[in-house]
């Protein structure tokens, strides 16, 4: 069974900190997700990589940079976190693709919930 | 781009069927996914329809297209309390090619 892990599972940071929030996945998937899931809007994507070094921009990546400096781990980085980017990401990989393929779904981890103050 | 709407929030008694409901406005989307997220845990796919085909059944699951209409439901007979988690629809964006998800559809179930 692929597995992926998310560092913390809960976090408290102050308002100005940086903040590195990592995911590593244990099946050798080509892509990684970095997603954040608020109530009433489900989940938005933040980036995505499909390989080392590379990096792709989601819906929403205002805020946030990522870092794949190796393929099983994918990092998202908070530069200086504000009370609006309090919220649960949720990390994700496959094997290809972007989940758009039933032979290749998304694979998740349990999520990091995020309280900035 | 595509937009996905689901109702938020679904109760219901065990023993009961539960129907979620998905509505989308790409149409076109190879495939359509339901995933399961339960409380503390990342989400998990349940299930998938392919575009060219209206129902898919499997064990207590039930997943109806209605590509007219572009409409996805997934029925839940016999909902145990372990049902309980939120349900997201998801669809393939098809110009990006990436998934687009619906807000989730918490599901209760009372004994």
């Known amino acids: 069974d692929v597995k992926v892990t998310q560092s913390s599972r809960y976090l408290v940071k102050r308002t100005g900190e940086k903040v590195f929030l990592e995911c590593v996945q244990d099946m050798d998937h080509e892509n990684m997700f970095w997603y954040r899931q608020d109530p009433g809007l489900g989940l938005r994507l933040i980036y995505f990589?499909?390989?080392?070094?590379m990096k792709e921009k989601g819906d929403i990546p205002e805020g946030y940079s990522v870092s794949r400096e190796k393929k099983e781990r994918f990092s998202l980085i908070l530069e200086s976190a504000s009370t609006n980017q309090t919220s649960m990401y949720l990390c994700?990989?496959?094997?290809w693709g972007t989940g758009n393929s039933y032979n290749s779904p998304l694979h998740f981890g349990n999520g990091t919930r995020l309280t900035v103050t | 781009g595509e937009d996905v709407e689901q109702s938020l929030f679904l109760s219901v008694r065990e023993g009961d069927s539960s129907v979620i409901n998905c509505t989308y406005t790409?149409?076109?989307?190879?495939?359509l996914y339901w995933y399961k997220q339960e409380p503390g845990a990342g989400l998990q796919l349940l299930t998938y329809?392919?575009?060219?085909?209206d129902m898919k059944q499997d064990q207590r699951l039930t997943v109806l297209l209605n590509k007219k209409d572009k409409h996805l439901s997934l029925r839940i007979a016999d909902t145990q309390t372990g049902d309980s988690a939120i349900y997201f629809c998801a669809v393939e964006d098809g110009n990006t090619g990436k998934l687009i998800f619906g807000q989730g559809t918490t599901l209760q179930v009372k004994p």
């Open positions: 994700a990989s496959s094997l």
């Open positions: 990589s499909y390989d080392v070094k």
């Open positions: 329809i392919f575009s060219n085909m």
């Open positions: 790409d149409s076109s989307s190879t495939y």
